[in-house]
C-alpha cells in the first residue's frame, strides 16, 4: 500500500511515479521491462489509464519524445474463451 502524499500511476496496482522513476534512473526505460518488473498495466483496465502516463513519465526523463516511446505488446488469447468460463459460470469444453 502506497503512503499518504505518494502519487499513484498505476491504479490497479498501486505502482507509484517514485517506483516508475527509480526504474528509469537505473536505465530501465523500455515499457516491457517495467510492466514485468512492476505489473503495470497488468490489472483490470489493462493499461488504459496507466500506460499513457508511464509514457509521459519515460519521455520527461529520458528526453525522448512520447511517440519515439515503444508501446507494449498486446497479447490475446490463444484460442477465443467464452466469457463466462473466465468469471466462472460455466466449465470450459
Request: charged content about 30%; glycine content about 8%; overall charge negative.
Amino acid at each position: 500500500m502506497s503512503e499518504k502524499g505518494e502519487k499513484i500511476i498505476c491504479r490497479c496496482n498501486d505502482v507509484t511515479l517514485e517506483e516508475i522513476e527509480a526504474l528509469i534512473d537505473q536505465g530501465v526505460t523500455d515499457i516491457e521491462t517495467i510492466k514485468r518488473l512492476l505489473r503495470v498495466g497488468m490489472g483490470p483496465c489493462q493499461g488504459r489509464t496507466c500506460i499513457p502516463m508511464i509514457i509521459s513519465i519515460i519521455a520527461r526523463k529520458t528526453g525522448k519524445k512520447p511517440d519515439e516511446i515503444k508501446l507494449p505488446t498486446t497479447r490475446i488469447p490463444v484460442r477465443p474463451v467464452p466469457a463466462g468460463v473466465l468469471v466462472g459460470e460455466m466449465d470450459e469444453e
